[in-house]
């Protein structure tokens, strides 16, 4: 699985694993949220935050024609306006994206898999 | 003051979300981190505003209850990153002293320092040289001076002084603010309250904005042109920054009323002005206008004008990143093919969603054709080539793309001409193209170019460099001159019935020449209506559409 750019000079393979990667780093890297999920929680273990080598289990990459989409399962912090820290997530997410890859993301699309209460 | 209430504590917040307010602009200029959007402040006072009016819903004696109605207003009211930062810091603020009716300096700075614990605990990555540090440093601050200070207000100083210590050292942390050259956006917002805190703890009026702030701005704002341009998108190509010392004897200086009138001269804007100088900062295609404008109140004591089209180039070589310009999305959409600028302007002027520029030398291929109608989103499309030679490579397009498409087979502009003030978007693809082959098959077309080459063609001898006149293709004549040329191609096309004839011209023709051909028409044919339009193509001086 990967994604292809071609250009004037040949083509450019992306593996999905590496657009996980950075838009799980990126995702992670925004406040509120304490981790990736996995997608399938029952099978993976439950509610398990995933490590940085296992983000491509909560983050998934479709290319349809040109566009790329990105849906990801994250975990955000208990008292936290999720619905907020979800758009960020979204917004540097793409933003991100575009920039290292230089490839525009049509969609990403954002499961709240679980909230975290942190000992306060 | 040995202790705080919850009256007190309301006041101060409201004067701090009244500095944030008046600030939020400024903030949002700074915001270069983690998305260059430019809307940190507005988000930070969004969410700072519903947090105060629920402080004055719930403002009662008892300061925790007090900050617990901020807690509450902030949470229901956080947009943005840096508002939902700034939520937890005070819901972190108002749990630590919910029980309390009033606090002391210790509890006071023990309150922040909490809030700044909450803060941290729902990230998991923090980055440094963020509102993060700012809030982290200051409030560190806060618990070292209370251990031997009572006086709240003095505790609140020193939160502030080093929350501004702590927002100049963020450059230092994070590398793309010293890449920018400005401080953190978030950072500076909670300066802002903080700032207003300590202004409604002393009685005295908020500080004013420092004047240096205008260096950050214009940092910002180049960060932000750059991220999303490509150099031939530069509409303002001059970046002119102007400093002007008012004269008594000169026009009296208002900033509103300068703005006004540097508005229409370029973008990104950025004015400041005291009683004795202004501050001009502006991306400007005619920056003497903008120094001539400045000279009216007074004397220019600095100017800097840069080329930003060449710096662009430079920077976007080294950045490993590709834009797309905006492209207009067109669901129903005629696309076309030109060569030259006016001449893609025109046909955009009469109608046509997308022109792709190619023309005689560098002919698009059926790829370049595909690739445009995705661009725009089209789910239909009406193809006009414009050339012989493209015809088969739309007709390709046609084949390789799985939406309603048809080709138009127009060979020249002004058949594309015709046939795009024939299209209709209320019908079908077929309709269309039925209606806009009968369209230009009354347009006649006249061209006029340079041979490369000596040969004989159509029975008319041709020298290299001499001007042949093509009339609907066809060689009539080889002359040295260009206007005769031109002329024999007008009498052999216009005639009695003839209504418009548009003269286009190219790179190798004078506005004068095409005067001088219109008049030339004009004399001839008086029924004639004559057009003339520059459209920049290459090899052709003159290309006529007669109907």
């Known amino acids: 699985m990967s994604i292809e750019i071609h250009n004037e000079f040949g083509q450019i393979d992306i593996s999905n694993d590496v657009i996980a990667q950075i838009a799980g780093g990126a995702a992670v890297e925004c406040y509120g949220?304490?981790?990736?999920?996995?997608?399938?929680?029952?099978?993976?273990?439950?509610?398990?935050?995933?490590?940085?080598?296992?983000?491509?289990?909560?983050?998934?990459?479709?290319?349809?024609?040109?566009?790329?989409?990105?849906?990801?399962?994250?975990?955000?912090?208990?008292?936290?306006?999720?619905?907020?820290?979800?758009?960020?997530?979204?917004?540097?997410?793409?933003?991100?994206?575009?920039?290292?890859?230089?490839?525009?993301?049509?969609s990403v699309n954002i499961f709240v898999q679980g909230v975290r209460v942190m000992n306060v | 003051m040995k202790s705080l209430g919850g009256m007190k504590f309301a006041e101060m917040v409201q004067m701090g979300a009244h500095h944030l307010y008046q600030n939020a602009a400024y903030v949002d200029s700074l915001n270069v981190f983690p998305v260059p959007d430019g809307d940190t402040g507005t988000n930070m006072n969004l969410s700072m505003t519903s947090g105060a009016k629920e402080t004055e819903v719930q403002a009662q004696e008892h300061i925790g209850k007090t900050a617990q109605g901020l807690a509450k207003g902030l949470l229901m009211g956080a947009r943005g990153n840096s508002g939902v930062i700034l939520s937890q810091l005070f819901r972190g603020f108002g749990k630590a002293i919910e029980k309390e009716a009033e606090i002391d300096a210790i509890g006071f700075a023990d309150a922040f320092q909490a809030g700044v614990d909450t803060a941290y605990k729902a990230v998991m990555k923090p980055v440094e040289g963020t509102i993060l540090t700012v809030a982290r440093e200051a409030a560190a601050k806060a618990v070292e001076v209370a251990q031997d200070e009572d006086d709240i207000i003095v505790v609140m100083e020193a939160l502030v002084a080093e929350a501004k210590a702590s927002l100049a050292r963020t450059p230092e942390q994070l590398p793309v603010l010293k890449e920018v050259g400005v401080v953190d956006s978030g950072g500076q917002g909670l300066l802002f309250v903080y700032e207003g805190f300590l202004a409604s703890l002393k009685g005295e009026p908020l500080p004013q904005k420092n004047e240096s702030s205008l260096d950050d701005l214009i940092n910002a704002e180049h960060h932000r042109v750059q991220d999303f341009m490509n150099t031939e998108d530069i509409e303002f190509g001059y970046c002119t920054e102007i400093m002007v010392r008012f004269e008594?004897?000169?026009?009296?200086?208002?900033?509103?009323?300068?703005?006004?009138?540097?508005?229409?001269?370029?973008?990104?804007?950025?004015?400041?002005?005291?009683?004795?100088?202004?501050?001009?900062?502006?991306?400007?295609?005619?920056?003497?206008?903008?120094?001539?404008?400045?000279?009216?109140?007074?004397?220019?004591?600095?100017?800097?004008?840069?080329?930003?089209?060449?710096?662009?180039?430079?920077?976007?070589?080294?950045?490993?990143?590709?834009?797309?310009?905006?492209?207009?999305?067109?669901?129903?959409?005629?696309?076309?093919?030109?060569?030259?600028?006016?001449?893609?302007?025109?046909l955009r002027s009469i109608g046509a969603s997308y022109v792709i520029e190619g023309g005689q030398t560098m002919n698009p291929s059926t790829e370049d054709i595909v690739k445009a109608v995705k661009e725009i989103g089209a789910e239909r499309v009406v193809i006009l080539p414009n050339n012989k030679n493209i015809i088969m490579a739309a007709e390709q397009a046609v084949e390789l793309l799985d939406i309603e498409a048809a080709v138009v087979p127009t060979k020249t502009i002004p058949q594309g001409m015709a046939a795009i003030l024939a299209f209709n978007p209320e019908v079908s693809v077929e309709e269309n193209q039925a209606s806009m082959v009968d369209s230009f098959a009354h347009v006649k077309t006249g061209q006029v170019t340079f041979a490369v080459r000596d040969t004989s063609i159509d029975g008319v001898e041709i020298r290299k460099d001499e001007f042949m006149a093509l009339a609907e293709g066809k060689i009539i004549l080889s002359t040295p001159t260009m206007m005769e040329a031109a002329q024999t191609v007008a009498t052999s096309l216009v005639d009695e019935d003839a209504e418009i004839v548009t003269v286009i011209y190219g790179e190798d023709a004078t506005a004068d020449e095409a005067t001088q051909l219109a008049a030339f028409i004009e004399e001839n044919y008086p029924d004639a209506e004559v057009e003339v339009v520059e459209g920049k193509q290459a090899l052709y001086p003159f290309i006529l559409s007669v109907e």
């Not at chain 2, 004795?276 to 004591?301: D, F």
């Open chain 1, 33 to 106: 949220i304490v981790g990736m999920a996995s997608k399938h929680q029952i099978r993976d273990g439950l509610t398990d935050i995933l490590r940085k080598e296992n983000f491509t289990k909560g983050v998934l990459v479709r290319q349809e024609g040109e566009d790329l989409h990105i849906d990801m399962y994250i975990i955000v912090s208990y008292g936290t306006k999720i619905s907020e820290i979800a758009y960020q997530v979204q917004s540097t997410v793409k933003y991100t994206v575009n920039k290292t890859l230089g490839m525009s993301v049509k």
């Open chain 2, 248 to 346: 008594s004897d000169k026009e009296p200086f208002d900033e509103e009323q300068f703005r006004q009138e540097l508005n229409p001269m370029g973008d990104s804007l950025l004015v400041i002005s005291d009683d004795e100088i202004a501050k001009v900062h502006i991306h400007s295609e005619t920056p003497g206008a903008v120094l001539a404008a400045g000279q009216k109140y007074g004397s220019l004591i600095k100017i800097k004008v840069d080329n930003m089209r060449e710096q662009h180039s430079a920077i976007v070589g080294e950045a490993p990143v590709a834009t797309v310009p905006k492209v207009e999305k067109h669901p129903y959409a005629v696309v076309t093919i030109a060569m030259g600028e006016g001449v893609a302007n025109l």
